[in-house]
């Protein structure tokens, strides 16, 4: 079952712009996560938004959550070569308690 | 330094043939699980463990098989009843078995490819 779906699907940028990723969810949610994946490695845990915040920052990374619409996008501002990778949101399915991953977007930055 | 760490890195298997991934961690994390990831597509949960000993079916475990004999080590089959096994295999811990408010923490994976 699919919970979290990223938009866009894909995503180029040059270095030192900003890039805005959203991912939209279909069920009530205790938290959201996103995730990092750089190409042929593992993924990587970027940060946790409560049900009950709005808006979150982590260095350059900037969450925000609108539990209305069901969504949160992530902005990483000031980007850099080295932000290329694809990048995942994460919620759990209440019926089965299982955390459910979104297709993700793929970031690319060009220097 | 503390992590995860899958084995090996490629894998190729051939028809009718069991293969097993390797997981360890040195994270003292309870939890453990096992991911399948397609091309362009997310994270689909074969089998995940809560406790040593003790281990339950994922969205895809038909073709798997796992064991958690020891907290550090959460090795994954793929048997040959397994008809599609080419795919990224990630597994990844969490402190405690709690999804929605503890993050998990992953290995960089085994490709496993058909010959």
């Known amino acids: 079952s699919q919970q979290g779906e990223e938009d866009p699907q894909a995503l180029s940028i040059q270095e030192g712009e900003n890039a805005t990723m959203n991912c939209s969810y279909k069920?009530?949610?205790?938290?959201l996560q996103w995730y990092r994946q750089n190409s042929g490695r593992g993924l990587v845990h970027l940060i946790l938004i409560r049900s009950n915040e709005r808006e979150k920052h982590s260095g350059r990374l900037r969450v925000t959550l609108d539990t209305s619409k069901k969504s949160s996008s992530l902005l990483i501002t000031a980007s850099r070569a080295a932000d290329t990778a694809s990048y995942f949101c994460a919620t759990v399915d209440y019926n089965t308690d299982k955390l459910i991953f979104g297709t993700g977007t793929r970031l690319q930055v060009f220097p | 330094d503390g992590g995860i760490t899958q084995s090996p890195k490629y894998l190729f298997r051939k028809e009718g043939q069991n293969v097993t991934l390797s997981c360890e961690q040195n994270?003292?994390?309870?939890?453990m699980y096992w991911y399948r990831q397609d091309p362009g597509q997310g994270l689909r949960l074969i089998y995940y463990?809560?406790?040593?000993?003790?281990?339950q079916k994922g969205d895809i475990a038909e073709g798997y098989s796992v064991s958690r004999e020891k907290k550090e080590s959460f090795p994954l089959t793929v048997t040959s009843a397994q008809k599609n096994p080419t795919a990224f295999y990630l597994c990844a811990s969490s402190i405690y078995p709690d999804p929605s408010n503890q993050p998990q923490h992953f290995g960089d994976g085994t490709r496993l490819s058909i010959l």
């Open positions: 069920t009530s949610i205790n938290n």
């Open positions: 994270l003292n994390h309870d939890a």
């Open positions: 463990s809560q406790i040593v000993n003790d281990f």
